[in-house]
């Protein structure tokens, strides 16, 4: 397999534009980034997500806009949005609860304001409830000149994490 992934990789290189070698360079950054434990996911690590609680409670992430996340007409992809999101609102759903639950998504409802474009995008997740069955999440998406590019409300479920 080493040696496919290579051959895959030299190929991909010698045939790459400069938007596909920054590309290929963020997407190996982002695996260096798991491996190395800073960031928990592969999504997270390869979309660069810098993460941060807030002083009033909220939660914070911060991804680069760069052609990783854009879609065919040069914007951040809906579902970039979408991802960087859940995973605020999933993230602060989770550092609430108590050892051995987690939280996981059962409904967004994102309304999606204007292109994302920019250098990046910062989502800010908020609590609006927390039950003992239920967290609702209220976030948003602003760029980096100020303007919100998106909306959202997000229902998690609270489980009991499986046995490892």
Known sequence: MNKELQLL???????????DLSTIKQVLEGIRRKQI??????????LNMEK?????????????INELT???LGIVHG???????????GTLANI????????????LTIHYISPGIGNSMTAIARIIHKGTKTIVIEGEIIQDDGKKIAHCTGTFFVIKKPAA
């Open 9 to 19: 990789l030299e190929d991909c290189i010698l045939h790459a534009s400069g938007e």
């Open 37 to 46: 434990g800073l960031n928990g996911s592969f999504i997270g690590a390869i």
């Open 52 to 64: 941060k609680m807030m002083e009033d409670g909220g939660y914070a992430v911060e991804v680069p």
């Open 70 to 72: 854009a879609n065919s």
């Open 79 to 89: 579902g970039i949005t979408a991802t960087v999101l859940d995973s605020a609102m």
């Open 96 to 107: 609430l609860l108590p050892e051995g639950f987690g939280a996981v998504t059962s409904n």
